[in-house]
């Protein structure tokens, strides 16, 4: 069945520095590529998402880019800042209804000032 | 302040008893969800209601049952459950017609079952 892979499960970094996220994917019908932010004991919120007729977007500190050929996606965080610390959860849609989505197991992004 | 609200945030019950988890959404939208979060594990979508009509049902136990009464509310209903089950429910609502695909989440309800 579809499947999302993503690494690493937990992350550390300090702050100012650049934080990157991989996701990897089974359904290379999947089209739709949301990332999740969960801050803790707060519900999951859409950070960014992608569509897989463009390669890569960005939105201030934050960016994806998509692989379809790889079948792989990642985020991109940089300049880190402590709010950034959450857990993160890459998805894949995989048709039908939006919500639809097969979730990444999550990673734990730790900033430390 | 969040557009989609559930109650309860915290259940304990035993094995025997009946429960409901009630989630309501102030958005307007038209498609409602149910996952599953437990510790270690993805998000597991459970059950997809678009226009009050149920879409998708995950292969999950019928000790879990669905209820959407209106496109404003959605139930699960409790019934015999396992400890395994104990987990975070979330509700998750959407507007199937639009261009975004974002979900927009309740805070959840914490089940422990004992």
């Known amino acids: 069945g579809e499947n999302v892979e993503q690494h690493p499960s937990t992350l550390s970094v300090q702050e100012g520095d650049s934080a990157v996220i991989k996701c990897t994917y089974s359904?290379?019908?999947?089209?739709?590529f949301p990332w999740y932010k969960q801050e803790l004991g707060k519900r999951p919120q859409l950070i960014i998402d992608?569509?897989?007729?463009?390669g890569e977007k960005k939105d201030q500190r934050i960016a994806v880019t998509l692989n379809k050929t790889a079948k792989h996606f990642s985020l991109h965080i940089t300049e880190t800042q402590p709010e950034d610390s959450a857990v993160y959860f890459c998805?894949?849609?995989?048709?039908?209804?939006?919500?639809?989505?097969?979730f990444g197991k999550g990673t734990k992004l730790s900033v430390k000032p | 302040e969040t557009g989609v609200t559930q109650t309860p945030r915290h259940l304990v019950m035993g094995m025997t008893n009946k429960k409901s988890l009630k989630c309501e959404q102030h958005?307007?939208?038209?498609?409602m969800y149910w996952y599953k979060q437990s510790a270690k594990k993805p998000l597991e979508l459970m059950f997809v209601?678009?226009?009050?009509?149920?879409?998708e049902n995950n292969s999950v136990p019928s000790r879990f049952s669905p209820e959407c009464p209106n496109s404003s509310h959605l139930f699960l209903h409790l019934h015999t459950l396992q400890p395994e089950d104990s987990a975070l429910y979330l509700c998750?609502?959407?507007?199937?017609?639009?261009?975004?695909?974002?979900?927009?989440f309740g805070e959840g309800s914490r089940l422990t079952v004992l």
């Open positions: 998750a609502s959407s507007q199937e017609d639009s261009i975004t695909g974002e979900l927009f």
């Open positions: 992608i569509r897989s007729n463009v």
């Open positions: 359904d290379s019908a999947s089209n739709y």
């Open positions: 998805a894949a849609h995989y048709g039908g209804s939006q919500g639809n989505l097969i």
């Open positions: 209601y678009s226009l009050e009509e149920r879409v």
């Open positions: 958005l307007g939208h038209n498609a």
